[in-house]
Nanobody, 115 residues
Framework: QVQLVESGGGLVQPGGSLRLSCAAS????????LCWYRQAPGKQRELVAA???????NYADSVKGRFTISRDNAKNEVYLQMDSLKPEDTAVYYC?????????WGQGTQVTVSS
């Protein structure tokens, strides 16, 4: 059974930082592209960052220079370091694992940026 479990969300003030974690089980973690998506109220889910099995990363323009995705294949975990957070970063953040069309999702973790 495949499971992706996110953690690390919460309430933070503008300019603050959070680190999201996603622990995976039931998959051969190292061959998957790992992604973070987010969905704000009333908006479509959007890709935030991706880390391929080959080591490439890419980011949404809105988070470049502020967010960093990383992965630890030995621990089957992927992370999203979020710095200089803005109110518009408020959303539910989802972990995603993708391998040639096989896609798995976590349950999401809420991130709220507010003073």
């Amino acid at each position: 059974q495949v499971q992706l479990v996110e953690s690390g969300g919460g309430l933070v003030q503008p300019g603050g930082s959070l680190r999201l974690s996603c622990a995976a089980s039931g998959i051969t973690f190292s061959i998957y592209t790992l992604c973070w998506y987010r969905q704000a109220p009333g908006k479509q889910r959007e890709l935030v960052a991706a880390f391929t099995s080959g080591g490439s990363t890419n980011y949404a323009d809105s988070v470049k220079g502020r967010f960093t995705i990383s992965r630890d294949n030995a621990k089957n975990e992927v992370y999203l370091q979020m710095d200089s957070l803005k109110p518009e970063d408020t959303a539910v953040y989802y972990c995603n694992a993708d391998f040639i069309g096989m896609r798995y999702w976590g349950q999401g973790t809420q991130v709220t940026v507010s003073s």
